[in-house]
């Protein structure tokens, strides 16, 4: 199953206005687009305050692991200033791939980065991140609606093999990367919680339907769309919403939102490490509903439960 956390919520001005072109030079604005990430890799590599926040909507957000969500420029603005006066502080960014949505105002980029800050030795210490944006149009120039990143390394790696959880909670700390997943609240499919947690996400393990591995780590606007799939009920997504399925899944119907096994004709996927993306109807319609196209796509289109696939991990 690829589910789809909901990270966070964009206002509905933002996605509205996504969708109100109704036609672009797609490879003009992919131009314009790679131009305007580039200067916010040279803000942020310069720990340049004011470039770096000024590559954000008026009310954007950044979302950093283990940590309140940020918001606005003036957010992005402070929380870049105090990441600049840590010890060693650097960071550089490589390996952009860039989408552009068919009505030329809506895309995302994701890129490989490196942090760097001197640890208690005084030795730097670097952290390979994946750093995803949700760009917009505002005021006529691309700018970041949404900015979210994760650790570049495996979730099972990290873990410490003498204190790794076991069952259903260690199937459910898979889904995201240790920094997340050590305040996360986990519960499972019938609400009983395995772990307290602080920091609004929450994960929870395979499906009890599904075969295999399908965890998946949520916030609350996720949390309402599993409610709503768990019980088969309506459910209309008014702002955008992000998960993580970094440990893969044995595979879903691409089509069927309740299949439990692959047939001739249900167009069945094992996907890798993957994030998952909900918005309003609209918004998805810009994108592919086929798993194979190379690179985002809707699953379970045309149900109250679609949501675009992100892959970040080879398929096995």
């Given at each position: 199953?690829?589910?789809?956390?909901?990270?966070?919520?964009?206002?509905?001005?933002?996605?509205?206005?996504?969708?109100?072109?109704?036609?672009?030079?797609?490879?003009?604005?992919?131009?314009?687009?790679?131009?305007?990430?580039?200067?916010?890799?040279?803000?942020?590599?310069?720990?340049?305050?004011?470039?770096?926040?000024?590559?954000?909507?008026?009310?954007?957000?950044?979302?950093?692991?283990?940590?309140?969500?940020?918001?606005?420029?003036?957010?992005?603005?402070?929380?870049?200033?105090?990441?600049?006066?840590?010890?060693?502080?650097?960071?550089?960014?490589?390996?952009?791939?860039?989408?552009?949505?068919?009505?030329?105002?809506?895309?995302?980029?994701?890129?490989?980065?490196?942090?760097?800050?001197?640890?208690?030795?005084?030795?730097?210490?670097?952290?390979?991140?994946?750093?995803?944006?949700?760009?917009?149009?505002?005021?006529?120039?691309?700018?970041?609606?949404?900015?979210?990143?994760?650790?570049?390394?495996?979730?099972?790696?990290?873990?410490?093999?003498?204190?790794?959880?076991?069952?259903?909670?260690?199937?459910?700390?898979?889904?995201?990367?240790?920094?997340?997943?050590?305040?996360?609240?986990?519960?499972?499919?019938?609400?009983?919680?395995?772990?307290?947690?602080?920091?609004?996400?929450?994960?929870?393990?395979?499906?009890?339907?599904?075969?295999?591995?399908?965890?998946?780590?949520?916030?609350?606007?996720?949390?309402?769309?599993?409610?709503a799939w768990q019980n088969k009920t309506d459910y209309v997504?008014?702002?955008?919403?992000?998960?993580?399925?970094?440990?893969?899944?044995?595979?879903?119907?691409?089509?069927?939102?309740?299949?439990?096994?692959?047939?001739?004709?249900?167009?069945?996927?094992?996907?890798?490490?993957?994030?998952?993306?909900?918005?309003?109807?609209?918004?998805?319609?810009?994108?592919?509903?086929?798993?194979?196209?190379?690179?985002?796509?809707?699953?379970?289109?045309?149900?109250?439960?679609?949501?675009?696939?992100?892959?970040?991990?080879?398929?096995?």
């Amino acid at each position: 199953m690829k589910t789809v956390i909901a990270l966070c919520a964009v206002p509905a001005a933002i996605l509205v206005s996504a969708c109100t072109q109704t036609t672009a030079d797609i490879e003009a604005e992919r131009a314009a687009l790679r131009a305007a990430a580039d200067a916010y890799h040279e803000a942020g590599q310069n720990l340049d305050a004011d470039g770096f926040a000024g590559s954000y909507t008026s009310d954007g957000l950044l979302l950093p692991p283990n940590a309140a969500a940020v918001n606005g420029r003036d957010g992005a603005r402070e929380f870049i200033a105090a990441f600049a006066e840590a010890p060693g502080a650097g960071v550089s960014f490589s390996g952009m791939q860039i989408e552009i949505a068919a009505s030329g105002d809506m895309g995302y980029t994701l890129a490989d980065a490196v942090v760097t800050v001197d640890g208690p030795d005084g030795l730097p210490v670097e952290e390979k991140i994946r750093d995803f944006h949700l760009w917009t149009k505002e005021d006529g120039e691309w700018r970041i609606a949404v900015d979210v990143w994760n650790s570049g390394t495996p979730a099972a790696e990290s873990q410490a093999v003498t204190s790794a959880p076991s069952g259903p909670l260690a199937d459910a700390l898979s889904a995201a990367w240790p920094g997340m997943t050590a305040d996360a609240m986990v519960v499972d499919w019938e609400g009983n919680v395995l772990k307290e947690g602080s920091n609004g996400y929450t994960c929870l393990p395979t499906p009890p339907m599904l075969t295999g591995t399908s965890p998946m780590c949520m916030d609350t606007e996720w949390m309402e769309w599993a409610n709503a799939w768990q019980n088969k009920t309506d459910y209309v997504a008014d702002s955008l919403g992000i998960a993580y399925m970094l440990a893969g899944d044995e595979g879903a119907s691409n089509i069927d939102p309740y299949a439990e096994g692959p047939t001739e004709d249900n167009d069945w996927v094992r996907e890798g490490a993957h994030l998952m993306v909900i918005a309003p109807a609209e918004l998805l319609s810009e994108y592919p509903t086929d798993p194979d196209n190379g690179g985002p796509y809707v699953m379970w289109n045309d149900t109250p439960y679609a949501h675009l696939m992100v892959p970040v991990g080879s398929r096995d």
